[in-house]
């Protein structure tokens, strides 16, 4: 099952928040239109090497089960597209996501 929820930060800009539920597992994101937040199925190191060259902006957190843990969890890792707009592993994921804005 997929679903697909608006989430409003201050000011009311409105970013997506999506929720696959998979056997045994769901995948969460957070979306802008410059780039993504993700759960840990997210491979950082995939898109910094192999997909460089599209100058991904994204970052992960691990351990979240909702759009909520992933929001307010900090960023394990982070796309070298993402470091570029000041993004940094620890960071909280909510406020990767107002620089992505």
């Given at each position: ?13 409105n ?5 696959v539920?998979?056997p ?15 759960c ?5 190191a ?41 993004i ?14």
């Open positions: 099952m997929m679903r697909m929820v608006p989430i409003s930060l201050d000011g009311g800009i970013v997506l928040g999506v929720e539920k998979l045994k597992t769901t995948l969460l994101a957070v979306a802008t239109d410059s780039g993504y937040i993700m840990g199925a997210l491979d950082v995939l898109l910094n090497d192999k997909l460089k060259d599209r100058g991904i902006i994204a970052g992960r957190a691990v351990g979240v089960r909702t759009l909520e843990e992933l929001m307010n969890a900090p960023l394990e890792s982070v796309t070298f597209g993402a470091e570029a707009l000041g940094r592993a620890g960071m909280k994921g909510e406020d990767a996501i107002r620089l992505m804005l």
